[in-house]
């Protein structure tokens, strides 16, 4: 889930198909009330988190195969860095760039790196158990599925963990 920067909320997923090949789908909502038309229009601009499909494919219109359609006078005159449209699309040319294997030996993670750590540590564990022939389980604690991000200043002074805490769970 993408941290809130207005009163909708936005998901991503990417959900693997075969060992080259995903299906991702971008979910806007509001938790209150329906969308609204300024809420749907953000969405259409395709400038933000979402990206224009083909409606029959659903394969996005600008992709790997046309370079994502980069405007290279765009980046000429500094108006966009990469010439790319939207952050979607942005962040499609960096994942799709890296080949359809990437070898991660060759990483270099970093500390804001650490989920991504944690989080293959524990696939790679459950892996381990299952080749032990242990069943994987799921998390015994039911409030670990309410975690969210969040966007949030908080005063130098303050531990993040603790000045966030409030934010990070979903309301229920």
Not at 53 to 81: K, M, W
């Amino acid at each position: 889930m993408i941290p809130p920067l207005s009163d909708t909320i936005h998901f991503t997923s990417a959900t693997p198909v075969d060992d080259e090949h995903m299906v991702g789908f971008t979910v806007t909502w509001h938790p209150d009330r329906p969308l609204n038309e300024a809420d749907r229009a953000e969405a259409e601009s395709w400038t933000g988190i979402h990206t224009e499909v083909d409606p029959l494919t659903f394969r996005p219109l600008r992709n790997r195969d046309n370079e994502y359609l980069i405007d290279r006078e765009a980046q000429r005159a500094g108006h966009s860095y990469t010439g790319i449209r939207g952050i979607r699309e942005e962040d499609m040319a960096v994942q799709e760039g890296m080949g359809t294997i990437y070898d991660r030996t060759l990483e270099h993670l970093g500390t804001s790196d650490l989920a991504v750590i944690a989080m293959r540590r524990q696939l790679l564990q459950a892996v381990r158990d299952l080749q032990a022939g242990h069943e994987p389980t799921a998390p015994l604690n039911g409030d670990s599925y309410r975690v969210r991000s969040v966007s949030i200043v908080l005063p130098r002074e303050v531990v993040w963990d603790r000045g966030a805490a409030d934010e990070l769970l979903a309301k229920v």
